[in-house]
């Protein structure tokens, strides 16, 4: 079943704030390859460290609208920064769908993760295309 059009616009956010720290940084570091930098492993934040929070928000959204993750292909992500992460930030994130479109049988979702810190500032902001199949035959 294609996804409803009806969802551009709505808000998903994450279940709960995270608060950055060494030890997540470090794994999240050696998962992905990122070479850490000066001083202790967990130090330096890559800059796709905000992926593990976005997807919180993108599965809030997948499980509001029983969408199944393994219907979805990601196919693209990027990220904007008004400042770098730091350990010790508490982030939220709210995920915002900002565009639906069917093409081939299947929906293109585009999405906004809006990262905050504790604050309320915004430290940046995720875009991201989902492809979802629903698996019906057209």
Request: charged share 15%; aromatic share 6%.
């Amino acid at each position: 079943m294609p996804v409803d059009p009806s969802l551009v616009g709505r808000e998903f956010p994450a279940p709960a704030p995270l608060t950055v720290t060494s030890e997540r940084v470090g794994a999240f570091a050696a998962a992905v390859g990122h070479p850490t930098g000066p001083g202790e492993p967990g130090d330096v934040v890559p800059p796709t460290f905000p992926i593990v929070l976005a997807f919180d928000a993108m599965q809030a959204f997948l499980d509001a609208e029983r969408i199944d993750l393994h219907r979805i292909v990601h196919g693209e992500q990027r990220f904007a920064y008004t400042r770098p992460l730091a350990v010790g930030d508490e982030l939220t994130a709210t995920l915002t769908v900002t565009g639906l479109r069917q093409i081939g049988g299947a929906d293109i979702i585009a999405t906004a993760s809006e990262i905050t810190d504790a604050t309320g500032a915004v430290v940046c902001t995720g875009k991201a295309t989902l492809v979802h199949s629903s698996g019906d035959a057209s």
